[in-house]
């Protein structure tokens, strides 16, 4: 069974810093790992998606890369903002058609002015 | 808005009662997914639609749930009998490629 784990659970960082969010997944047979955003009280937003023969994805301050072999994936966001508050959310997708992705808890990010 | 649409936006209802929700998917998506989302817990996933055909169901949808999309545009998410354990985001998503899921706003049920 798939599990997904991010850590940190939390994370308060100043504006301006650069950051790392973590993902680690126990079955390397994924298909793709997705990146979400979920502001308090809605719906998910896609960032990236990383298929599983990519090694990373990039889309203006963010870029995510995946590891099958070691299970791990993570998010980086450059010169982060205020704006990108937000709890992040890593999900796995093990059958190749997005039916069951299997999310982790997410990481809650602050970024302080 | 051309985006995923989920009515209603919050739900509060008595245990016992039953309770719908509705989810209508940007039009030309032919794939439908609920999912669902505790307090501090990433989303689960419940069942998902390729057109009006349900496809999989998921442990977590017992028998007091029910899902439906008729002539596979709208869907309804039906709870019977609830119970303050189905007190949750309940998250409507839409595809057209099966990679790229476009997540709704979510219905919040309260449970009391």
């Known amino acids: 069974k798939q599990e997904v784990t991010q850590i940190p659970a939390a994370l308060s960082v100043p504006e301006g810093e650069n950051l790392v969010l973590n993902c680690s997944f126990t079955d390397s047979a994924i298909y793709n790992l997705q990146w979400f955003r979920q502001d308090p009280g809605k719906g998910l937003t896609s960032l990236l998606l990383i298929q599983s023969s990519q090694r990373e994805q990039t889309s203006g301050r963010l870029n995510a890369s995946l590891d099958k072999s070691s299970g791990r994936s993570t998010l980086y966001i450059a010169a982060s903002q205020p704006g990108d508050s937000a709890t992040y959310l890593c999900a796995a997708d093990t059958q190749g058609g997005s039916e069951k992705l299997v999310f982790g808890k997410g990481t809650k990010l602050t970024v302080n002015p | 808005d051309t985006g995923v649409s989920q009515d209603p936006r919050h739900k509060i209802t008595k245990r016992g009662q039953n309770v719908t929700f509705r989810c209508d998917p940007i039009s030309e998506h032919n794939r439908l997914y609920w999912y669902r989302q505790t307090l501090g817990q990433g989303p689960e996933f419940l069942t998902y639609f390729q057109n009006e055909a349900q496809l999989e169901k998921s442990r977590l949808l017992s028998d007091r749930f029910s899902a439906e999309r008729p002539k596979g545009s709208f869907s309804t998410l039906e709870i019977q009998r609830t119970e303050q354990g189905d007190s949750a985001m309940y998250l409507c998503?839409?595809?057209?490629?099966?990679?790229?899921?476009?997540f709704g706003s979510g219905t919040q049920l309260s449970v009391l």
């Open positions: 998503a839409s595809s057209l490629v099966v990679e790229e899921l476009f």
